[in-house]
């Protein structure tokens, strides 16, 4: 029996059947009839309100889905605290103006973003570097999580402690193999990467959280595989609120010249001062710029085709 109104966190749902994790215990739970009579759907993450099963000894419905803090739609998961975005120090190629708009992406959806640099033992001067370029923007580590050891996973550990999390990264970056000494193996089950032949096939046909297994974790904590990479577009931002999603400037803010300034090379913008500093990595610095126009060029588009 559980005291009534307990909360939990849903791991999956399949054929109207929950798995929710309540205080270190997993239930199978359907919906309250009502529920189910109003349409209700609960996602994967979803936070709900346990009762017991008035029909069934020992088992618990969900009577009611808590307000979510966000959604995604692939995976389809709510209430997501961090996103892990994994990349290969030399192979595959990072592509590194993908990862800035991941991490623009995830700080627009009030997501935070957690940079892991793997295989660092392919290269361990690119890896060193990549960090270098990030370490005023994210949470980044370099990580050899190739070997059953999880070696260098301690820190990403800490980072996702008391968190749910997505793990985002394209196949042969070592994903799998993070997600299997997180969750103890229990990701094998599920879905099946090749690393040898860098080729990714994902398996499972639902959105599943599983929970992060080990001695470090000190608050529970959850976390769920996503499809790889894909090209991404920037939600509805506009040029000059670009500069907003980048910790390196908004952390020390400067006064430029103009009060408009788009970072973008006017005189008298505190920006390259950064870069000479080494605030902001000269190479994130030229993307920025790259994004900005990328940004312009999208809002004249809009412009153009709403006179046309």
Request: net charge negative.
């Given at each position: 029996?559980?005291?009534?109104?307990?909360?939990?966190?849903?791991?999956k749902?399949?054929?109207?059947?929950?798995?929710?994790?309540?205080?270190?215990?997993?239930f199978?739970c359907?919906?309250?009839g009502?529920?189910?009579?109003?349409?209700?759907?609960?996602?994967?993450g979803?936070?709900?309100?346990?009762?017991?099963?008035?029909?069934?000894?020992g088992?618990?419905?969900?009577?009611?889905?808590?307000?979510?803090?966000?959604?995604?739609?692939?995976?389809?998961?709510?209430n997501?605290?961090?996103?892990?975005?994994?990349?290969a120090?030399?192979s595959?190629?990072p592509?590194l103006?993908?990862?800035?708009?991941?991490?623009?992406?995830?700080?627009?959806?009030?997501?935070?973003?957690?940079?892991?640099?793997?295989?660092?033992?392919?290269?361990?001067?690119?890896?060193?570097?990549?960090?270098?370029?990030?370490?005023?923007?994210?949470?980044?580590f370099?990580?050899?999580?190739?070997?059953?050891?999880?070696h260098?996973?301690?820190?990403?550990?800490s980072?996702?402690?008391?968190?749910?999390?997505?793990?985002?990264?394209?196949?042969?970056?070592?994903k799998?193999t993070?997600?299997?000494?997180?969750?103890?193996?229990?990701?094998?089950?599920?879905g099946?990467?090749?690393?040898k032949?860098?080729?990714?096939?994902?398996?499972?046909?639902?959105?599943?959280?599983?929970?992060?297994?080990?001695e470090?974790?000190?608050?529970?904590?959850?976390?769920?595989?996503?499809?790889?990479?894909?090209?991404?577009?920037?939600?509805?931002?506009?040029?000059r609120?670009?500069?907003?999603?980048y910790?390196?400037?908004?952390?020390?803010?400067?006064?430029?010249?103009?009060?408009?300034?788009?970072?973008?090379g006017?005189?008298?913008?505190?920006v390259?001062?950064?870069?000479s500093?080494?605030?902001m990595?000269?190479?994130?610095?030229?993307?920025?710029?790259?994004?900005?126009?990328?940004?312009?060029?999208?809002?004249?588009?809009?412009?153009?085709?709403?006179?046309?």
């Open positions: 029996m559980m005291a009534a109104g307990n909360t939990g966190t849903i791991l749902g399949v054929g109207g059947l929950y798995s929710v994790y309540s205080s270190g215990t997993v199978e359907r919906l309250r009502s529920m189910r009579l109003e349409g209700i759907s609960p996602v994967t979803d936070s709900v309100v346990l009762e017991n099963d008035p029909n069934t000894a088992s618990a419905v969900i009577s009611a889905v808590l307000p979510r803090r966000n959604v995604l739609v692939r995976p389809r998961v709510a997501i605290d961090k996103i892990v975005l994994v990349i120090s030399l595959p190629a592509d103006m993908l990862v800035d708009k991941l991490i623009i992406a995830a700080m627009a959806a009030g997501i935070r973003p957690v940079l892991v640099v793997n295989k660092a033992d392919q290269d361990g001067t690119a890896a060193a570097s990549i960090c270098a370029q990030y370490k005023n923007a994210v949470e980044c370099a990580t050899k999580a190739g070997d059953s050891s999880g260098g996973l301690e820190p990403l550990i980072a996702i402690d008391g968190c749910t999390s997505v793990l985002a990264g394209q196949s042969g970056v070592g799998s993070i997600l299997n000494i997180l969750t103890g193996g229990a990701f094998m089950a599920t099946d990467i090749s690393e032949t860098l080729r990714g096939r994902h398996t499972t046909r639902h959105a599943e959280l599983f929970p992060v297994l080990g470090l974790v000190k608050e529970p904590s959850f976390i769920i595989d996503s499809p790889g990479f894909s090209l991404l577009e920037l939600p509805g931002i506009a040029p609120d670009l500069s907003g999603y910790p390196e400037v908004y952390n020390h803010k400067g006064e430029c010249r103009f009060q408009d300034c788009s970072h973008t006017e005189p008298g913008c505190f390259p001062g950064l870069v500093e080494g605030i990595a000269a190479e994130r610095y030229e993307r920025y710029i790259k994004l900005y126009r990328e940004l312009e060029e999208r809002e004249k588009n809009k412009y153009k085709n709403r006179k046309g």
